[in-house]
């Protein structure tokens, strides 16, 4: 494995995502011949404006996606990759699905959901050659982030399409778990600081139970009625793919949604119905959103293991950069002292461009608000 690179006291870290620039989201519509060079000169931009601005511990901005999880399209077998005009031919209920749609502001054509037409085999890494190329253009700290594996066993499974290769959600579990974790122990053996798996769809579970099942993240697998068995799947999940894993950090991250700028129609509740699974959960991180409102207190973090940090969600990544970095590290500084020391890094509440073709903010904004957290590691450090 490679040498483990070092990270400061209060380190800055990005959720995952970073705008892309508009050539390469020309390039990927017309399917040019030139997306690789372009996907690799926008992955060094990202990483010189993240360095640039005072990341910590970098991501390569996820530019060779279109969205967090879209990107399984390209490596894995059995998957194809379908907008939600295209799901509206195969869920069950259309007009109901639609209206949802229309309901939580995101436009059928612009979100893409990776969907099973077959038998998952992976057909390359996930995510190591990203890896490889971020390491090789920063000497940083690096993270790598990953779908969830109980976000796929919701998000990727349409009935009429993926019946056939899976008749039983078990079955699925069962792939998912297993490509998940050799895509894990092949980023720890190329020397990765933390490995980040994204699970938004927990929020959705407690705050809205089996309503959930038709939104736009989880396409239309029907869940469980009984929420606290859904729970305890996404915590048995996790723990297969990341339980035995040594010298790389693993972290969970949960949100309440991030495809839209008006808060009214994303997700609200404080994270206290989810803290007894958080805390089931074998990872050594929680990234976690609290510059929303709709987070809730932050003195509810006490519930986590004292062996986890938190990945404190200190800005918005979808409102103007107004934050005082002064306030951010009272803030902070008011929640080491609940939580004890070293256990809190700083990062926005979510990516700043989750879906490519619809960023929650421009890449100015994104630079400024990772100043603001820079700024308040400063004053922290002192």
């Given at each position: 494995m490679?040498?483990?690179r070092?990270?400061p006291e209060?380190p800055?870290?990005v959720?995952?995502?970073w705008?892309r620039p508009?050539s390469?989201?020309?390039?990927a519509k017309?399917?040019?011949?030139?997306?690789p060079?372009?996907?690799?000169?926008?992955t060094?931009h990202a990483?010189?404006?993240?360095?640039?601005a005072g990341?910590?511990v970098?991501?390569?901005?996820e530019q060779r996606?279109?969205?967090?999880y879209s990107?399984?399209?390209?490596?894995?077998?059995?998957?194809?990759l379908m907008?939600m005009?295209d799901l509206?031919?195969y869920v069950e209920?259309?007009?109901?699905f639609?209206?949802?749609?229309?309901?939580?502001?995101?436009?059928?054509y612009?979100i893409k959901n990776?969907?099973?037409?077959?038998?998952?085999?992976?057909?390359?890494p996930l995510a190591v050659?990203?890896l490889?190329f971020?390491?090789?253009?920063?000497?940083k700290?690096?993270?790598?982030t990953?779908?969830?594996?109980y976000?796929?066993?919701?998000?990727?499974?349409v009935k009429q399409?993926s019946?056939?290769a899976y008749p039983?959600r078990?079955?699925?579990?069962?792939?998912?778990?297993r490509?998940?974790?050799?895509?894990l122990?092949?980023l720890v053996?190329?020397g990765?600081?933390?490995v980040?798996?994204d699970?938004?769809?927990l929020?959705?579970?407690?705050?809205?139970?089996?309503a959930a099942?038709?939104t736009f993240?989880c396409a239309?697998l029907?869940?469980?009625?009984?929420?606290?068995?859904?729970?305890?799947?996404?915590?048995?999940?996790i723990?297969r793919?990341?339980?035995?894993i040594?010298?790389?950090?693993t972290?969970i991250?949960v949100?309440?949604?991030n495809?839209s700028r008006?808060?009214d129609?994303?997700l609200?509740g404080?994270?206290?119905?989810?803290?007894p699974t958080?805390a089931k959960?074998?990872?050594d991180q929680f990234v976690?959103?609290y510059?929303?409102p709709?987070a809730?207190p932050e003195?509810?973090?006490?519930?986590?293991?004292r062996?986890?940090?938190?990945?404190?969600?200190?800005?918005n990544?979808?409102?103007?950069?107004?934050?005082?970095?002064a306030k951010?590290?009272s803030?902070?500084?008011?929640l080491?002292?609940?939580?004890?020391?070293n256990?809190?890094?700083?990062?926005?509440?979510?990516?700043?461009?989750?879906?490519?073709?619809?960023?929650?903010?421009?890449?100015?904004d994104a630079?400024?608000k990772?100043?603001?957290?820079a700024?308040a590691?400063r004053?922290?450090?002192a």
């Amino acid at each position: 494995m490679s040498r483990l690179r070092s990270i400061p006291e209060f380190p800055v870290s990005v959720v995952g995502s970073w705008p892309r620039p508009e050539s390469l989201l020309k390039a990927a519509k017309r399917k040019s011949d030139d997306i690789p060079r372009l996907r690799d000169e926008a992955t060094k931009h990202a990483i010189e404006q993240q360095e640039r601005a005072g990341v910590d511990v970098l991501t390569d901005g996820e530019q060779r996606r279109d969205n967090f999880y879209s990107f399984l399209a390209e490596k894995l077998d059995g998957v194809e990759l379908m907008t939600m005009a295209d799901l509206l031919d195969y869920v069950e209920d259309k007009a109901a699905f639609e209206a949802l749609l229309q309901t939580l502001d995101v436009p059928a054509y612009a979100i893409k959901n990776p969907t099973i037409t077959g038998r998952l085999e992976r057909t390359e890494p996930l995510a190591v050659r990203e890896l490889e190329f971020l390491r090789k253009h920063s000497t940083k700290a690096c993270k790598v982030t990953l779908p969830g594996p109980y976000l796929l066993s919701r998000s990727m499974w349409v009935k009429q399409l993926s019946g056939e290769a899976y008749p039983t959600r078990e079955e699925l579990c069962e792939d998912i778990v297993r490509i998940l974790r050799a895509e894990l122990t092949e980023l720890v053996s190329v020397g990765v600081e933390i490995v980040q798996f994204d699970e938004p769809v927990l929020t959705e579970v407690v705050f809205a139970g089996k309503a959930a099942t038709r939104t736009f993240m989880c396409a239309a697998l029907a869940a469980a009625a009984d929420p606290a068995e859904e729970l305890e799947l996404a915590v048995n999940l996790i723990n297969r793919v990341v339980d035995g894993i040594e010298g790389t950090m693993t972290a969970i991250h949960v949100c309440r949604g991030n495809w839209s700028r008006n808060e009214d129609v994303l997700l609200a509740g404080d994270y206290e119905p989810l803290l007894p699974t958080l805390a089931k959960m074998h990872v050594d991180q929680f990234v976690l959103e609290y510059a929303t409102p709709r987070a809730g207190p932050e003195s509810l973090l006490t519930q986590l293991p004292r062996t986890a940090s938190v990945g404190f969600g200190a800005v918005n990544p979808r409102t103007d950069p107004d934050e005082d970095p002064a306030k951010i590290a009272s803030r902070v500084r008011a929640l080491a002292e609940l939580l004890g020391p070293n256990r809190i890094w700083l990062n926005p509440d979510c990516g700043f461009g989750t879906f490519a073709d619809r960023p929650v903010a421009s890449e100015r904004d994104a630079v400024r608000k990772i100043e603001i957290l820079a700024e308040a590691a400063r004053i922290l450090r002192a």
